[in-house]
């Protein structure tokens, strides 16, 4: 298509490219990080509130019902809680309300690819602070002057986990800026692991969760932070001068529900830590190096085998991983941990295709 | 609360406020413009789709079943429709990509408040074109050099419909910036006002509904644009670098099972007109000014009473308007059309509280 004469006007950027989602429906799917499990049946229950005053009116624009919930859930005040789309949503908002000065926000140089895209379409200086050879972070490297940082813990794609000591070393030394802690995979982690409970102590920690992975609910979209009253603040005021209604009747509704079964939740996570820790066992048999993982995927790279030739293999079989074109590891697979079986069927695929 | 060390560096903005959502359910809400109907009943029979499979993955990155089924009730190609969390969403992503020269942007001094809200934080320079004495947009004001224009059609608050040769001459005098018509009210007015069809004729110009008013689904939260592919690409390409996964599943399979009954949208939408010309006339003869609406709400005012006073006095019984104390419109309230009972207590409480 030519040129229009409005283009030279508007704002370009380079998207970013989510995961495939294939639609059939007999594959095996690890390449999201979703759960193989579905969402508390507690839901079905609360569908039958969403009735026809509900979904005529605009919802409760606080979202009241699920921050209610979740404050009630984290023992913490409700103007502790921000609620958003997913924990993109809940990002995406807090890189435009605290990532605001002219000095650079720092971030690992593997992460989450997200945040260079955020950094970039809102013109945020940034840097990216390279993991060690091991794929850690130090957190020495983040003691430096910032505009902000953010970390994901685990982080993502190595699932490696940083300890509490380390993160409180960071946010003591960057007492000036806002440091967020994307606790996305947070619930595959042992017991301690969150550094949610710091919020109370540290008035520029934020520590950003979703409903995707560990509640099942990739397909209702709903993120949340914790933090002190004023970042929540803060937040809420560029919330409400983007989009007063950002929760739908559903998610509130249905989020709510969702928390309410904490028994079903401590057990598919359970479940899931169990299939990883099999499954990493079961790699390491067939000659992979994978990286310690407190998530619900796990990273791994053969020495003899290109990641890139088990991706398309794998992809012509029905089974569907991540793989990530860039430095350093691009001999790495991201495999999400699915049901006992879809495990066995990619060991088993392993197996055949490569003779291992 | 003292102010923190991390406060200087972050945004801090004047958030938007909503209309009241007052959570009692005996009120008579005529505050924000919500359909007093609600959803068509297809709505439920889709609900079944909402299974433990759709809920734990993500939706469809671009919520593919609730644009075709729009693409399809337009007659337009998929690629000329952007959906977005309610139209407050689809016109904010439309402010971030389209709005992006130091030139300003053009909207009239009196409508929709979120334009200045959005236009203040995502820094884009604009002019406010005042109305005339009438309340109506001149179009040769807005023929001018300018950033990007943007204008409801029918406005709002005023409920006033602009025609189309005068929305023509506004497009016509801006090929080099993109002029948004927001029609979230169009379905009200009568038939041909949309500009939709244009969208074919100019590749500048983008249309912009929602569901929240005529679709009955205001608790869902459900917007889209319709313009030219280049448009609603450089729309996607922003909405994908915030946040890949807007629209919820329950979005996209109620949003699409309820465009397909359109005997119910058209037989409430109907409904609602008529009450409204039986309203305006009854509000006409106890002496008040109606603006000529072509909305789901009508603008008055009455030369002796001031609209404060009304307003506090309906609240004291339970029934909602929207006052805005702005400048030239302090002596008018917003009334949304409500059912024919609503509407007959809101005539009674008048004439009782003032004697009319």
Chains 1, 2 share one sequence.
Not at 21 to 43: A, C, F, V
Not at 215 to 222: F, M, N, P, Q, V
Not at 311 to 317: D, N
């Amino acid at each position: 298509m030519s040129a229009f004469e409005w283009e030279k006007n508007i704002r370009k950027v380079v998207p970013y490219t989510p995961g495939e989602q294939p639609e059939e429906r007999d594959i095996i799917k690890l390449n999201t990080n979703e759960n193989p499990y579905g969402p508390s049946e507690t839901l079905y229950k609360a569908m039958s509130e969403l009735d026809s005053d509900s979904l005529r009116k605009y919802p409760n624009p606080a979202a009241h019902d699920l921050v209610k919930s979740l404050a009630d859930y984290h023992g913490v005040s409700i103007d502790r809680v921000f609620v958003g789309v997913g924990s993109d949503d809940v990002l995406g908002m807090s890189f435009m309300t605290f990532f605001n000065s002219d000095r650079e926000i720092l971030f690992p140089d593997i992460t989450y690819s997200f945040y260079p895209v955020w950094a970039d379409m809102m013109r945020i200086p940034f840097k990216e602070i390279p993991l060690t050879e091991d794929f850690r972070i130090n957190p020495d490297d983040f003691c430096r002057e910032n505009g902000g940082i953010v970390i994901p813990n685990p982080n993502a794609p190595t699932a490696i986990l940083m300890s509490r000591e380390d993160i409180i070393r960071i946010i003591e030394a960057s007492k000036d800026s806002v440091v967020i802690i994307d606790e996305a995979y947070i619930d595959f982690a042992p017991e301690g692991a969150s550094v949610m409970d710091l919020t109370d102590k540290y008035d520029n920690l934020l520590v950003v969760r979703t409903f995707s992975k560990s509640r099942s609910l990739a397909g209702l979209r709903i993120g949340y932070a914790v933090g002190n009253p004023k970042l929540i603040k803060y937040l809420n005021d560029v919330k409400y001068s983007y989009n007063s209604y950002t929760m739908n009747e559903p998610s509130i509704i249905l989020g709510k529900a969702v928390i309410s079964d904490d028994e079903y939740f401590r057990e598919t996570i359970s479940r899931i830590v169990s299939i990883r820790e099999r499954f990493t066992d079961e790699l390491k048999e067939l000659g992979f190096t994978v990286l310690p993982s407190s998530a619900n995927f796990v990273f791994a790279a053969h020495p003899d085998i290109s990641a890139t030739d088990i991706f398309e293999a794998a992809k012509k079989e029905g089974i569907y991983f991540r793989h990530f074109n860039a430095p350093r590891i691009n001999d790495y697979l991201r495999i999400t941990i699915g049901k006992d079986e879809d495990m066995d069927r990619v060991i088993t695929f392993l197996k055949d295709t490569y003779n291992l």
